[in-house]
T-cell receptor
Framework: TQLLEQSPQFLSIQEGENLTVYCNSSSVFSSLQWYRQEPGEGPVLLVTVVTGGEVKKLKRLTFQFGDARKDSSLHITAAQPGDTGLYLCAGTNFGNEKLTFGTGTRLTIIP | KAGVTQTPRYLIKTRGQQVTLSCSPISGHRSVSWYQQTPGQGLQFLFEYFSETQRNKGNFPGRFSGRQFSNSRSEMNVSTLELGDSALYLC???FGQGPGGTQYFGPGTRLLVL
């Protein structure tokens, strides 16, 4: 069974601070996706990374895929209250549409 | 373009009953996947349908079943409900042309089993 462990599980920081969320596995994934989920809604895709070592930036969010395609990180610069939510990483396997989700990081940004 | 819709949004059932949840994918999407989300287990994959055929299946008991219609709409059924089936059930649709494609999630159906 492939597992994706996210850390930290909970994170509460002040507005304007920086933070990093980690997503780790002992398995290799063909691609890795990051989602944000808000209460009462389904997850919304933020980014997909497919190449080992790939770095993608989305405004204040920076996503990195590990060289070995087993881990990923999400870095948020100057966090804002609107960043509050449940962040989920999810991996896909070669030749398979199935998403294996991480354990999740619940982020709260305090104004 | 309309997003993924799920009905009903909320449902209360009692143990032993059965339930059917519905998902309408984004127009043009042929793949529909179902997930169960609980506080303890997180988001877990149930099954995926593509062109009316089950293409992938997760590790859930046979009480959980699904189907997909020719218009790509999908239903999932849970029979003989147990308390532990209380969860948010999410469906996601994609073009289904290959792995790693973008999956778009619906708002979910929140099921409470009493």
């Amino acid at each position: 069974t492939q597992l994706l462990e996210q850390s930290p599980q909970f994170l509460s920081i002040q507005e304007g601070e920086n933070l990093t969320v980690y997503c780790n596995s002992s398995s290799v994934f063909s691609s890795l996706q990051w989602y944000r989920q808000e209460p009462g809604e389904g997850p919304v895709l933020l980014v997909t990374v497919v190449t080992g070592g790939e770095v993608k930036k989305l405004k204040r969010l920076t996503f990195q895929f590990g060289d070995a395609r087993k881990d990923s990180s999400l870095h948020i610069t100057a966090a804002q209250p609107g960043d509050t939510g449940l962040y989920l990483c999810a991996g896909t396997n070669f030749g398979n549409e199935k998403l294996t989700f991480g354990t999740g990081t619940r982020l709260t940004i305090i104004p | 373009k309309a997003g993924v819709t799920q009905t009903p949004r909320y449902l209360i059932k009692t143990r032993g009953q059965q339930v059917t949840l519905s998902c309408s994918p984004i127009s043009g999407h042929r793949s529909v996947s179902w997930y169960q989300q609980t506080p303890g287990q997180g988001l877990q994959f149930l099954f995926e349908y593509f062109s009316e055929t089950q293409r992938n299946k997760g590790n859930f008991p046979g009480r959980f079943s699904g189907r997909q219609f020719s218009n790509s709409r999908s239903e999932m059924n849970v029979s003989t409900l147990e308390l532990g089936d209380s969860a948010l059930y999410l469906c996601a649709s994609s073009f289904g042309q290959g792995p790693g494609g973008t999956q778009y999630f619906g708002p979910g159906t929140r099921l409470l089993v009493l």
